[in-house]
């Protein structure tokens, strides 16, 4: 059984929502954190927010702050993707830290632990 196990995605127009969910059994109720990444052909992997599973804090980059929510529900880690843009398109991927769930790290692809196996995201205009 994979340790993060991603779904939802998919395609959608400008303007729509989309959610993502990563299941975390193993790391829903210590010091981890959980975060969503996207990675776009080209270019590098991005921060997209972030979850401290010890007191829920959250974290936002600023492309998306305001349109996108991370949540937590048990083992359950959602991501709420409202208003999407075409540069909203890439690969997201669910992912697991030890300790780094502020700014600036909670974003720095290199501290991540483990990768969720990602799902593709597509936002037409």
């Known amino acids: 059984q994979a340790d993060l196990v991603e779904s939802g995605g998919g395609s959608v127009q400008a303007g729509g929502s989309l959610r993502l969910s990563c299941t975390a059994s193993?790391?829903?109720?210590?010091?981890?954190?959980i975060g969503w990444f996207r990675q776009a052909p080209g270019k590098q992997r991005e921060g997209v927010a972030v979850?401290?599973?010890?007191?829920?804090r959250t974290y936002y980059a600023d492309s998306v702050n305001g349109r996108f929510t991370v949540s937590q529900d048990n083992a359950e880690f959602t991501l709420q993707m409202n208003s999407l843009k075409p540069e909203d398109t890439a690969m997201y991927y669910c992912s697991a830290s030890l300790g780094f769930c502020k700014p600036p790290k909670w974003s720095v692809p290199g501290l991540v632990i483990l990768w969720g196996q990602g799902t593709q995201v597509t936002v037409s205009s």
């Open positions: 979850i401290s599973t010890n007191g829920g």
């Open positions: 193993r790391y829903a109720s210590s010091n981890y954190c």
